[in-house]
Every structure is written in structure tokens, then in C-alpha cells.
């Protein structure tokens, strides 16, 4: 072991030795701060590694059960809740939206269905108005500024990444329905009885073991800011209305907050085991949280398409299904194209590839300046494929 690369700690499988290895090289060649990965084939853990740094200063080491936000990973769990609803009859993917929240109905989306909101098609990629880190903590105000905006674009023709919009449009949905926030429905039908360290809005006693988030680099960030530029307006509304970073995300406010599209904090085990659900065509160990033809909907393409907001960054078309992005023959889940997953803003990800029988989890804390498909990511997925 090199002196650039702290102690890892957890369990590798043999044959899943080069899984390490790219860890390893995380830290070493990749600007890795702190870190863990989990992996999960055929509903068994052969990878729970982690190591390095839960602080800036490198004086609190990442620990077995050390939390970190892991930023739109967690579109992938808010998504599985909607999708428990759908399976109990309670949600219907073509009903309209107002069907369940009238207010929804105003500025010509009297009609719009619910497979809009899951699939990033509802043309409310971000709110007109402006709209400060203080009101995105306001549930109620910014479903009510959702409810009544007009669309930016024509709902269905295209997808555009609802960054932050995606999690209270569909956690109001689910808020209609069973009288709970996403977060609360999350942990008392998933999360709560699996026992998965994994929360939308953070309980204050669990504020001792969170990482610091730490932002990339001012000159990739600068370099982001001019890219940001060019963007037109639908795009700017989603990831700049409000502009977030690692400072707002270290806050209190910000980890207690229901931000369902960008604030769960969670382990890498956490995250594979909920992204391997789908996975496992439904299946959580012995217990049944969807029923197989459920798991499979999760995946269902809506549509390939560039990306209204993220079609720059990513330079190809790329395909949403219902709550996860497929991996498409660019892989970016792997080289399964029907592999699904998430991206978080930094570098955490998600996976599921019910075909290979794989659930994985990566979280991290230094962020890095890609949008998606952070080169860590795809070296701990290659890494995988390699040993399968």
C-alpha cells in the first residue's frame, strides 16, 4: 500500500479483488478525500469497503457507519416509493397529476400524467421564480410555486432533468396519497424494516456522523459557472434556481430538510442494498417490497432523447425510465444497456442490473466536477463487470 492511500477497511470477496484495487487507485490517482463502495450480487454482499477522510482537515476517519449526502442518488429511493404505490393500486402512472393534487391541474396541466414526473418529461425542470436554499426548505411553498407554474416546455415531448423539482413533485404525489412526506413513507416501508442506514431528512442525532461534503476545485467550479452560461433558460431554472453547493449542503438546515431529490444521507451499503430491490426483481432478502412486474417498470425507457438540461454535459441522447436512467450503450451503469441507476451531483451513484443480479452503492464526500459518470464511478463499475 502506498502512503497516498489510507487504510480501507470492510470485506472483499476474492474474486472481487480488483474492486479494491480501483478503490485504492480512487485515492492514490483520483483526488479521493473519503470514501465507500458497496456491491451486492445475486442478494449477497461481496464488497463493503470503505476509507479515508470524513473532514477537509483529514483529522476524522470514515467509518463503518459514517453518513454522507449523496445529492440525487437519492431520486433513486424517492422513486421506489411511488413505485411501492403504484403496486398497491394507490398510484396510477397515466392518471393525471391532478387527480391526486388539484392544485397541480393550473396553467394549461389539468392533464399531465403521473409517468411525467417520474421520467423528468413534465417540462417543470425548475421553478420561474427565484427561489433561495431558505424556501427550497419550505415544503409548502415550493410545491405551491410548482403547482401553479406553467411548463417550460411541451410536458412529454422530451426529458429534462428535474434536479431538484423532481422530489417534491413526485414526493407530493406521495404526500396526497398516504398523508406522509416522502421521507417519513421511505423509512416506515422501506428503510425502517429492512433496517437501511438511509434517511431524507436527517434527524439531529445523527449529526455527529456525517462527512463534510468538500466542493471540487475553484477551477473546475469556474469552469462549470461558464458552462453554465450557455445553457438556455429551462436548464439554468434546474440547476441554478437555487444554486447549491457543499456550503449549504454542510448546514443543519440542509441535512434536516425533506429535499427528496438531492438530500438523502446514507452508507454505500444503504444505497446498494435499495438500488438492488430493482435489482432483484423486488425482493429485499426474504421480503418482497415490489412485486417483480413493478421491479421491472422502474426501468421502463420513456424515450431517448438529449437531454433538455443535461444533454450538453452528457453529448449523447440518453434514455430515463420511470425514476432511473437506463445505462444505454454509452454504459454508464455498466454494459448491460438495461442497467439502471443515479448519479449523484459530485459522484455518488446507484446501480441495479436485475440481468447480472448486481446492486451497487459508491458514496463520497470530495466532490468532483463531472455532472455524471465521475471517472471513480467508472472505474469501481468496471472494476465489477471485470469479476463477474
Known amino acids: 500500500m502506498t502512503p497516498s492511500v489510507p ?20 485515492f492514490a490517482e483520483r483526488g479521493e478525500l473519503g470514501a465507500a ?46 413505485h411501492v404505490l403504484i403496486d398497491r393500486g394507490l398510484l396510477d402512472l397515466d392518471a393525471p397529476v391532478a387527480t391526486y393534487w388539484p392544485e397541480f391541474a393550473a396553467a394549461g396541466k389539468s392533464s399531465l400524467p ?25 415544503w409548502e411553498l415550493t410545491t405551491r410555486r410548482l403547482a401553479a407554474m406553467e411548463p417550460w416546455w411541451q410536458p412529454g415531448s422530451q426529458s429534462g432533468y428535474h434536479a431538484l423539482t423532481y422530489g417534491f413533485l413526485v ?14 413513507f421511505l423509512r416506515q416501508e422501506i428503510t425502517g424494516p429492512l433496517g437501511l442506514d438511509f434517511t431524507i431528512g436527517l434527524p439531529e442525532k445523527e449529526a455527529d456522523r456525517v462527512a463534510e461534503l468538500v466542493h471540487a476545485p ?23 434556481n437555487p444554486p447549491v453547493a457543499a456550503a449549504e449542503a454542510n448546514s443543519p438546515a440542509w441535512r434536516a430538510a425533506q429535499i427528496p431529490a438531492a438530500g438523502g444521507h446514507g452508507t454505500a451499503r444503504a444505497v446498494a442494498a435499495l438500488y438492488d430491490i430493482v435489482a ?8 418482497r417490497v415490489l412485486s417483480a412486474e413493478a421491479a421491472e417498470r422502474v426501468r421502463e425507457g420513456q424515450g431517448a432523447c438529449r437531454d433538455l438540461v443535461l444533454g450538453a454535459a452528457f453529448g449523447h441522447d440518453t434514455e430515463v425510465g420511470l425514476g432511473l436512467w437506463l445505462s444505454g450503450p454509452q454504459g454508464a451503469y455498466g454494459p448491460n444497456p438495461r442497467a439502471v441507476g443515479h448519479d449523484g451531483f ?14 451497487m452503492g459508491y458514496v463520497m464526500n470530495r466532490m468532483g466536477p463531472h455532472l455524471a459518470n465521475d471517472p471513480r464511478k467508472m472505474a469501481l463499475i468496471d472494476a465489477v463487470y471485470a469479476a463477474l
Open 218 to 240: 475553484a477551477a473546475a467550479n469556474g469552469e462549470r459557472a461558464a458552462s453554465f452560461s450557455q445553457l438556455p433558460p429551462a436548464a439554468l431554472a434546474a440547476l441554478g
Open 346 to 359: 459530485g459522484g455518488s451513484f446507484g446501480l441495479a442490473d436485475p440481468e447480472a443480479e448486481v446492486g
Open 114 to 138: 403521473v409517468r411525467y414526473l417520474l421520467s423528468h418529461r413534465a417540462g417543470l425542470a425548475g421553478l420561474r421564480e427565484p427561489h433561495s436554499v431558505a424556501e427550497l426548505y419550505d
Open 37 to 82: 463502495v458497496a456491491v451486492r450480487v445475486g442478494g449477497q454482499s461481496v464488497v463493503d469497503l470503505w476509507g479515508g477522510w470524513a473532514d477537509s482537515k483529514r483529522t476524522v476517519a470514515w467509518e463503518r457507519d459514517t453518513l454522507v449526502n449523496v445529492w440525487s442518488t437519492t431520486k433513486g429511493p424517492t422513486a421506489l416509493c411511488a
Open 7 to 26: 487504510l480501507i477497511e470492510g470485506h472483499c470477496d476474492a474474486r472481487f479483488a480488483g474492486v479494491r484495487e480501483a478503490f485504492e487507485a480512487n
Open 280 to 287: 432483484r426483481r423486488g425482493l429485499a432478502g426474504d421480503r
Open 171 to 184: 414526493g407530493e404525489v406521495i404526500r396526497r396519497i398516504t398523508g406522509l412526506l416522502p421521507g417519513a
